[in-house]
């Protein structure tokens, strides 16, 4: 997935949206948890535990979105066009 948009939501994590369709969540039940990797556009890596998210936006005509809830254990800033791939961690 190719992060469009990240937002801390506090207690939780950091929410990730795809920047267009993100078809590799489908598979997956609302708040699975998924062993990912995520690498930033410079090329730096940070291994993740990241939940499967649902996000719609009230009185929306479009379908609701999927996303990644991440906990990196640590302060990660997550730019647009970072990407996140599964990993084979926990499958």
């Not at 993100?22 to 039940?29: F, M, N, S, T």
């Not at 556009?41 to 379908?63: F, K, L, N, Q, Y």
């Not at 990196?72 to 066009?81: N, Q």
């Amino acid at each position: 997935m190719r992060v469009a948009n990240a937002w801390a939501v506090p207690g939780l994590g950091l929410l990730a949206l795809p920047s267009g369709p993100a078809p590799g969540l489908q598979p997956y039940a609302l708040h699975t948890a998924l062993a990912v990797m995520a690498i930033l556009p410079d090329g730096t890596r940070h291994a993740a535990t990241a939940t499967v998210e649902e996000i719609s936006r009230p009185m929306a005509a479009e379908a609701p979105v999927r996303g990644l809830l991440l906990d990196f254990g640590t302060t990660v800033a997550l730019l647009s066009e970072t990407e996140i791939w599964l990993t084979d961690a926990g499958q």
